[in-house]
């Protein structure tokens, strides 16, 4: 099949981020792409050669986008399932397969899979209602403390609970969830693996997500992960089975957690690109919107390996600003060495919402992680 400047379409569900930088790579390769997102402001709306705005849960939608190309990816995974279900069996391609997508879009099933397939996991008790927790402590079937976690559509942290005494259940929604073992671990890790069509299979190196030790915010990504060599290949290893068993085509982010004995455990996967791997737009030979494209597509996967140490730091709205987006002290930040920011073009902000973020790249980490700190302290995300 000929992609590049021909006939070819590719549909993208979801406008935000990650699908502004995969149009990036297809308007690179010249590929024609739309996309189709609620909001006539996302952020997909300048980069795509034709843009619809629809509901991503309405099947009608997802259906008439979806009829009208001959590959469908996601950038999101809260989509309708049953459109692209009748799509696959009308012959466009789709990718995840929606058999993947169907395990990995609720938590629940996710985690009865990894149970299943062996994969390591923290233990968890699931729940039809939150309702059903108050009996299950009460005799004795579930502990305290615990993490609840909504079993459909939790995003960025909402949809996650840490259940440290009774009252904390107070006012949480009545829905399908889970009671998850919390997990007293070391660090936070995730790799990107990458299937191609044919089977050809990539891992990105491990990177490791270095939090604020109060505010418990992510505050860095950092490639390569600042970790023992044998714990690294176990990470890579656990990614592999769980992109096997799974049978994603594209990428699959794997998040981890390192326990403080060096365990890994599967924390939760996204099949598609991730904030994780933002890092390799600037220090990979192949970044991970260029490697999902051509998985996909089925061509040759490109090379995952880091030309120098990344770290990349979120651009998140300020507490207690919301409205037009400023980014103040962006010219200092420029002047740093070996430093690229992403704005999403979001143009409102709000506390906490993501609207970029900025890549530093250095042939020495420790310098790296230097920089990126002055990075973090100094721009700021307001609003005027
Ligand atoms: P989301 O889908 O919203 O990203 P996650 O399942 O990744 O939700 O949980 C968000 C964060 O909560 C994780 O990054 C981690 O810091 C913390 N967390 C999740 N599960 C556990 C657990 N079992 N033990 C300890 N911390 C956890």
């Known amino acids: 099949m000929n992609y590049f400047s021909s006939d070819f379409k590719m549909g993208i569900l979801g406008g935000g981020q990650l699908g502004k930088m995969l149009l990036n790579v297809t308007r690179k390769f010249d590929i024609y792409t739309q996309v189709l997102d609620p909001s006539e402001t996302a952020p997909c709306r300048t980069g795509c050669n034709a843009f619809f705005t629809g509901d991503l849960l309405d099947f009608d939608s997802v259906y008439a986008f979806g009829k ?4 469908l990816t996601i950038e ?5 399932i049953e459109a692209l279900e009748k799509l ?3 012959g466009v391609k789709v ?3 929606t058999g993947a997508l169907h395990i ?7 985690k009865l899979f990894y149970r299943d397939k062996q994969i390591p996991t923290a233990p968890f008790v699931r729940f039809a209602y939150t309702s059903e927790i108050h009996d299950s402590l009460a005799n004795g079937g579930l502990s305290l403390p615990f993490v609840w976690k909504s079993a459909q559509f939790g995003y960025d942290g909402q949809g996650v609970k840490i259940i440290r005494a009774l009252q904390d259940l107070d006012g949480l929604p009545n829905v399908e969830c889970i009671a998850e073992e919390l997990v007293p671990f070391k660090n936070e890790l995730a790799v990107i693996v990458a299937r191609s069509v044919s089977g050809q299979v990539t891992t990105y190196p491990v990177v490791e997500m270095e939090f604020h030790p109060e505010a418990n915010q992510v505050e860095y990504v950092i490639c390569p992960a600042r970790i023992a060599s044998h714990v690294a290949q176990k990470a890579r290893e656990i990614a592999l089975q769980v992109s096997e068993k799974i049978g994603h085509v ?3 982010a794997v998040e981890m957690f390192q326990t403080v004995e060096d365990e890994i455990l599967v924390n939760e996967v996204a099949p598609r690109p991730h904030n994780s791997g933002h890092y390799s737009i600037e220090a990979s030979y192949t970044d991970q919107f260029e490697q999902h494209i051509r998985a996909i597509l089925d061509l040759p996967l490109g090379s995952t390996d880091s030309k120098v140490a990344g770290i990349m730091v979120n651009l998140v709205g300020a507490e207690g600003h919301t409205g037009d987006v400023v980014y103040q002290n ?3 930040v420029l002047r740093l060495e070996g430093v690229t920011p992403h704005i999403y073009g979001k143009k409102q902000t709000r506390p906490f919402r993501k609207m970029g973020h900025v890549t530093i790249v250095n042939n020495d980490m420790v310098k790296a992680r230097e920089i990126a700190q002055k990075v973090k302290e100094t721009i700021k995300v307001i609003s005027n």
């Open 68 to 71: 009208d190309v001959d590959v």
């Open 76 to 80: 999101i995974e809260k989509v309708n």
């Open 88 to 90: 696959e069996h009308e």
């Open 95 to 97: 990718f995840p397969p």
């Open 104 to 110: 990995i879009q609720n938590k629940a099933k996710q």
């Open 250 to 252: 594209g990428l699959l």
């Open 330 to 332: 962006m010219e200092e």
